[in-house]
């Protein structure tokens, strides 16, 4: 059993930041990549940002120069900067990684953490 517990959410005005966090634990032999998506009411989820476990960071234009992902052993970090009203959403880590034992690619999701930026 893998756990992803998300923190770091909350209410900003544009223009601040926040730093949203990611702690997995479990039956992880090796993360594969980690990510970050957001989801507002009556979209689809979207990828945000990607983490793979070479370092190679990929982010969705919207974001870019703004948003910095990072991790650390069994965290993954979503650092955001000069926030806009429209980066207002429920924000979900996920990450791909080799279960201990089997070494199955399996993937798992934390349980979002909501981002308001207000105008």
């Known amino acids: 059993q893998v756990q992803l517990v998300e923190s770091g959410g909350g209410l900003v005005q544009a223009g601040e930041s926040l730093r949203l966090s990611c702690a997995a634990s479990?039956?992880?032999?090796?993360?594969?990549?980690m990510a970050w998506y957001r989801q507002v009411p009556g979209k689809q989820r979207e990828l945000v940002a990607t983490?793979?476990?070479?370092?190679t960071t990929n982010y969705i234009d919207p974001v870019k120069g703004r948003f910095t992902i990072s991790g650390d052993k069994n965290t993954v970090n979503l650092q955001m900067n000069s926030l806009k009203p429209e980066d207002t959403a429920v924000y979900y880590c996920?990450?791909?990684?080799?279960?201990?034992?089997?070494?199955?690619?399996?993937?798992?999701w934390g349980q979002g953490t909501q981002v308001t930026v207000s105008s």
């Open positions: 996920k990450i791909q990684y080799y279960s201990t034992g089997t070494y199955d690619v399996l993937q798992t």
């Open positions: 479990g039956n992880i032999f090796k993360i594969n990549t």
């Open positions: 983490l793979s476990s070479g370092g």
